[in-house]
């Protein structure tokens, strides 16, 4: 949609525009309205992915929470989220994006708004199940809204944005839950990293309903009612066992739970494949497209080294090398300063690379994880200062992969099923991040055993360092499925 669509009251954007929108520049303040809005809704979700992490011992002290309720305050957020992406994306291509997306933040800030005033652990670990929920339904719609909304090179450059976003809040969230509880703000702890939601949500909730397009699939069909309890209990069964196994070694019924998972999985599809043209819950006939099977599985590699590296780094950091929580952050934040440059890089180049530009990007982070991992086992007492240029690539090269990886996995999705393709989209990342986390009892605990012996941790991380790589060079890979040209990319 051009940017002239969205100076005037919102409008269905389901119809393919037949001229090309102007560049990012030309965009009216409307169009930079909505998709600061939008940009907005995303950052604050993904930021209350991990703003829990560096508040966890606050969080454990005020409220007496044990081991167990303080796992259930990240399980708690992302095990919903994983359960609710595919249904509330289709849902929002049957009864309008903008629509849902309001619902879910009005959702999510209420349920920020508890989190700050639990009295206890159990209030606590409720209200962030249900800010999982409304975060569920806020993401596709947001994916979407941008797949249906923005087009030409205002596309690219507006996924560059979103890239830009994701990597700022993967850095944001555990930094800013460290200085908000550490600056004990009107000597309220760690609530206000629930708190500031508030305002953020409801800034989004009156911009959004006067400024983002609404829009919809051309024809309203009867939602898959059995299509989203298979889906529901088939994502349940898998990402639980994940999230939970390592955290009681991998008992019998973790396998048994994966096993009927596959199963339900299977019946699923099954269903799907008898629901074509009768209002599917999965558009089937989208995996035929290879641009868009490739990108899902480069996104599940994503997801999957995200979740294996992240973790075992803040350990590293904080066992390895002894240091505080508050220096480590600011290693996250150098890490942030790099994915941010890669991400401009990738906002001003407004798509004219194609797929070269997010495998660049592979290629640079592997290049910097490899230098990284000599650099540690080289000098075991290593400096933030000495590790500055290896963590900057690595975040530069990152910063190239998630918004270009996104655009060009959705282009060729038709409108219709633009919220049902950004549900499986953002799900196959939780996916990857459930089974990142899962692998690092393979390749991390296994060597530490959870000791804070500094050499123990040091060795265990440049184990993880070549498995990140390989994962890296697997999706490098998978993005060959990807356009060469960008002329060919909506074709």
């Known amino acids: 949609m051009s940017s002239s669509a969205l100076d005037n009251e919102p409008q269905h954007t389901t119809q393919t525009p037949t001229h090309p929108a102007p560049g990012l520049s030309k965009m009216g303040l409307a169009a930079w309205i909505a998709l600061l809005v939008l940009l907005g809704a995303e950052l604050m979700d993904m930021i209350d992915q991990s703003v829990v992490l560096t508040a966890l011992p606050a969080i454990q002290e005020s409220t007496g929470a044990g081991p167990d309720t303080v796992q259930w305050l990240t399980t708690g957020y992302s095990l919903p989220i994983a359960l609710g992406l595919i249904t509330s994306g289709r849902l929002g291509d049957l009864y309008g994006r903008r629509r849902l997306l309001l619902i879910g933040t009005v959702v999510f800030t209420t349920a920020s708004l508890l989190c700050g005033l639990a009295a206890g652990p159990g209030m606590l670990i409720g209200a962030r199940g ?12 947001i994916l979407a809204t941008l797949h249906v909304t923005f087009e030409g090179q205002n ?5 560059g944005l979103y890239g830009a976003v994701m990597s700022l809040a993967n850095v944001l969230g555990p930094v800013m839950g460290g200085l908000l509880t550490e600056a004990d703000l009107f000597g309220l702890s760690w609530r206000p990293i629930f708190l500031v939601n508030v305002p953020v949500g409801l800034a989004v909730i009156l911009l959004g309903r006067k400024f983002i397009p609404e829009s919809t699939a051309r024809k309203a ?8 309890v298979l889906s529901a209990l088939a994502i349940v069964l898998i990402v639980f066992p994940l999230s939970e196994g390592h955290l009681h070694h991998w008992p019998l019924w973790c396998f048994a739970l994966l096993a009927a998972g596959l199963l339900v999985l299977g019946v699923f599809l099954r269903h799907q494949k008898h629901k074509q043209g009768n209002a599917p819950l999965v558009a089937l ?5 290879r641009q868009f099977s490739g990108g899902m599985a480069a996104q599940l ?3 999957l080294l995200c979740g294996l590296f992240f973790m075992t780094w803040t350990l590293y950091l904080q066992r390895g090398l002894g240091m505080s929580p508050f220096h480590a952050a600011l290693a996250f934040v150098l890490l942030s300063v790099g994915e941010l440059g890669g991400a401009t890089v990738v906002a001003k180049s407004g798509g004219r690379f194609a797929r070269r530009l997010p495998q660049a990007g592979a290629l640079i982070t592997i290049a910097a994880m490899a230098a990284y991992g000599l650099q540690i086992d080289a000098v075991p007492g290593l400096t933030l200062l000495a590790m500055t240029a290896p963590v900057v690539l690595i975040g530069f090269g990152l910063g190239m992969v998630g918004g270009p990886l996104a655009d060009m996995s959705l282009a060729r999705v038709p409108h219709e099923d633009a919220g049902s393709a950004s549900g499986l989209f953002n799900t196959v990342m939780h996916l990857g991040i459930a089974l990142g986390t899962a692998l690092t009892a393979l390749v991390f605990f296994a060597t530490t055993n959870g000791s804070p012996d500094a050499a123990l941790n040091r060795d265990a991380f440049v184990t993880v360092l070549w498995w990140v790589g390989s994962l890296l060079a697997l999706m490098w890979a998978l993005m060959l499925c990807l356009p060469k040209h960008p002329n060919s990319q909506t074709e």
């Open 155 to 159: 596309r690219s450059k507006v996924f």
């Open 130 to 141: 249900l800010q999982g929920l409304g975060a569920a339904v806020m993401i596709p719609q």
């Open 285 to 289: 006939s989208l995996f035929r497209s």
């Open 221 to 228: 069909d009867r939602p898959d009612l059995t299509g989203m």
């Open 301 to 303: 590699m994503h997801g």
